[in-house]
């Protein structure tokens, strides 16, 4: 038991295509406690559920409180969000997760504690707004390079979302007929640049022939997929399938950015996600040198810069938007309190 | 003479890069008058200026004033535009224009009436949502398909500027490496789509030996470049080289916007522009299609309609943005009244 009674508690959930991350945080968005653990590769929505209570619960044990001491818990997801329905559609890096799950309701049943549901990159755009690489700016595009990519747009400090999914900069078209996108589309950014079709084509040119260490250091590490420190470990031993393919993801996401500014013309761009927290600065500046060519107004390009939050964002981000204390459950959703 | 007094007239010059329309429009934008001449192709800004003073001229003789009896004149420029300091910079589709022109003031000593300069695709956008196809939406995406592929942003109902130049969805990469753009950059919409580009693709092919009744039809109506009613009759008449580039054309515009989509999820796209508005709706829906195989949401694309202001949305829009009645001279762009 903590020693004194806790108050102002949220908890937020970072849902990621490899991770699962909680926190508990306290009213100045202090970290009071952490959990991760891989996302379930096989199974359904309702396995992830689980798996999220149960992060949640050793995230609320590292900060010495009980989960229902938790005034409210926001989560950012993958996949088409329905903020006030608490579903979650389509989510393509989840296992078996096609349909539309009621996310949100599942989890206030496992953790009886007042449930919000957000996109996940949309929660972690507005994190580097207001916590952390973004603050200095009035408009934004957040990047978040991982499994997929994904994007958040900030106009006038304040997140857009369009129809609902807006800041889909992954799946802006860089190659018209190119490379097939785990999203079922050609030419996407993310076709080229997100981890998970990265891993799709260094398996096809590894099985067609072509030399790479990629997949022994996933064995040596005891993976079943390349995460984002199996990349720079390949990288770093100098593997030329896996700088060719980095190499490649960089200027496709150049491209795209690039894209993205030319259209919106922001002040900033903040490079986040699990590869791009991973490579950290290096590749941001690599990534802004490949915008360069296809910038309209090249003579001031926008900042580019790491995000400031690094791999925290997202679960900070959905902490942020955690319902208030005294949240009845369901409320949220628009179900019964 | 006019029978009375007029009152509240104010004027508006689109700057095109075929041509040159200017207008008098009353205080509920009904238009009074109007002129239009082809654009200079040769000589420099100074040139251009005196023929856009001249078109604004015969536009106040064509609603039976003189134009100091307008109150103010608003321009919708194409290159760079400096609202406050009313200059154009690096105008490309117009001769010799590849530095910065003091427009706004040149106008003013050439007609004595205060002149607010804007971009043109920002005016002809905002005439969209104020006066035409755009009312119904909140949040909207113009493209102007004619010698570049101009685009405006509309977000709440408010034009979206960025940092001065937000809407180039011309310059937005469809093909990375692909062809060479008239903007120096590589594989933007506006290299397979814009009329310049196409006209530049077309001689080229043709000087290779490709037939093409494109230079013969431009010729028979004593034109010295392929403007909208040329490539319209060339299509008409079944040329294969015509059909070709256009089919290219909308293909492009269509895997562009798709992901201006994709990025902002806007609920309504506008197409305007000479060739747009030429071509009519038969090529908006033929562009809406072009875009599905692209949109992430495709479940609910946004609507796609036909520019409802047609060619004189330019004109309009710059009219809505003119000084308002009693401006001093000088006074909007800062300079001594």
């Known amino acids: 038991m903590a020693p004194t009674a806790p108050r102002d508690l949220r908890g937020g959930i970072d849902l ?23 996302t379930p590769t096989t199974g359904g929505p309702g396995d ?27 989560v950012g997801s993958p996949g088409q969000v329905d ?26 049943a496992l953790l009886a504690v007042p449930v919000a549901l957000n996109g996940d990159v949309d929660v972690a755009t507005n994190a580097e707004l207001t ?29 857009w979302l369009g129809r609902g999914v807006a800041g889909e900069v992954g799946h802006m078209v860089i190659r018209q007929d190119g490379r097939l996108c785990t999203c079922g589309r050609r030419g996407c950014v993310e ?34 997929r390349l995460t984002s420190g199996i990349w720079e470990r390949a990288l770093e031993a100098g593997d030329k399938l896996a700088h060719r393919l980095i190499d490649r993801a960089v200027r496709a996401l150049g491209a795209g950015i690039a894209s993205a500014v030319n259209l919106l013309d922001v002040e900033a761009v903040i490079i986040g996600g699990g590869l791009g927290v991973r490579f950290g600065q290096p590749y941001v500046e690599r990534i802004a040198h490949e915008m360069n060519p296809h910038l309209f107004a090249d003579d001031r390009p926008p900042r580019v810069l ?23 459950l369901g409320v949220v959703t628009g179900r019964d309190g």
């Not at 329905?85 to 989890?107: C, E």
């Not at 916590?131 to 997140?159: C, E, H, M, N, Y």
């Not at 997100?194 to 005891?222: N, P, Q, Y």
């Open 48 to 74: 992830v559920a689980t798996a999220m209570a149960g992060v949640m619960q050793k995230a609320a044990h590292a900060a010495s409180v009980e989960v229902t001491q938790v005034g409210g818990i926001g």
């Open 191 to 224: 076709a080229y640049a997100g981890r998970g079709a990265m891993e799709i084509r260094a398996r096809k040119l590894h099985e067609s022939g072509k030399s790479t260490v990629l997949f022994d250091i996933m064995r040596e590490h005891g993976h079943d």
């Open 16 to 38: 990621g295509g490899t991770k699962i991350e909680a926190i508990v945080v306290d009213a100045t968005n202090t970290v009071l406690g952490s959990a991760r653990m891989p």
């Open 83 to 108: 903020q006030r329905a608490g579903t979650v559609t389509a989510a393509r890096n989840l296992p078996g997760w096609t349909g539309s799950f009621p996310l949100a309701a599942k989890l206030e």
């Open 131 to 159: 916590l952390g690489a973004g603050q200095p700016f009035d408009s934004l595009l957040g990047v978040f390079w991982g499994t997929g990519i994904g994007g958040g747009v900030i106009i006038d400090r304040k997140l």
């Open 306 to 328: 790491l995000a400031g939050l690094g791999d925290l964002g997202g679960a900070l981000g959905a902490a942020l938007n955690a319902p208030p204390e005294g949240t009845a």
